[in-house]
T-cell receptor, first 112, second 110 residues
Framework: AQTVTQSQPEMSVQEAETVTLSCTYD???????LFWYKQPPSRQMILVIR??????QNATENRFSVNFQKAAKSFSLKISDSQLGDAAMYFC?????????FGKGTLLTVNP | NAGVTQTPKFQVLKTGQSMTLQCAQD?????MSWYRQDPGMGLRLIHY???????DQGEVPNGYNVSRSTTEDFPLRLLSAAPSQTSVYFC?????????FGDGTRLSIL
């Protein structure tokens, strides 16, 4: 079974600075997707960024980028120029064979 | 275009009662799924469907039933509610990644 591990239950960052959230996963599949979702207090699940496993290039979406290390099964999220609106719970997720598996989440606090 | 619509948004039940959480999508997605979110646990897959007439179990299926008679709808049934089923429930759909999530249903079992 696939597993996703987020080793940081909570993180904090100063506004305008950079923070990296960690995620590791375990799978025997070669073709899969990885995601980072953001969940603000409104509880909406908002897609931040996605990465296809077959792509070597790391995905980037504006201030959000990933460091995808397939051999190490690592998928970290870097948030640059952090903003107050980035404060939320962040979930790393893996999908293979239709089943989406989530990590337990990292609560990010942004300090003004 | 409403996306994924879940009803109700909130519900309180007594132990032993049954109810159905509704999920509908208007994007003609083949794949639909149900998750529950508990504090400190992330989201866990309950049941999923890869098309009309096809359903399968996820990680935590006990106490829940699903059916998929149409592409649009994927209801989740609690057969006999238990306090352990108190949670926030999310429905999601996709044809290709990523999945689109509904806004969730907060369910409390007393």
């Amino acid at each position: 079974a696939q597993t996703v591990t987020q080793s940081q239950p909570e993180m904090s960052v100063q506004e305008a600075e950079t923070v990296t959230l960690s995620c590791t996963y375990d799978t025997s599949e070669s073709d899969y997707y990885l995601f980072w979702y953001k969940q603000p207090p409104s509880r909406q699940m908002i897609l931040v960024i996605r990465q296809e496993a077959y792509k070597q290039q790391n995905a980037t979406e504006n201030r959000f980028s990933v460091n995808f290390q397939k051999a190490a099964k690592s998928f970290s999220l870097k948030i640059s120029d952090s903003q107050l609106g980035d404060a939320a719970m962040y979930f790393c997720a893996y999908i293979g064979n239709y089943k989406l598996t989530f990590g337990k989440g990292t609560l990010l606090t942004v300090n003004p | 275009n409403a996306g994924v619509t879940q009803t109700p948004k909130f519900q309180v039940l007594k132990t032993g009662q049954s109810m159905t959480l509704q999920c509908a999508q208007d994007m003609n997605h083949e794949y639909m799924s149900w998750y529950r979110q508990d504090p400190g646990m992330g989201l866990r897959l309950i049941h999923y469907s890869v098309g009309a007439g096809i359903t399968d179990q996820g990680e935590v299926p006990n106490g829940y039933n699903v059916s998929r008679s149409t592409t649009e709808d994927f209801p989740l049934r609690l057969l006999s509610a238990a306090p352990s089923q108190t949670s926030v429930y999310f429905c999601a759909s996709t044809n290709n990644q990523p999945q689109h999530f509904g806004d969730g249903t907060r369910l409390s079992i007393l």
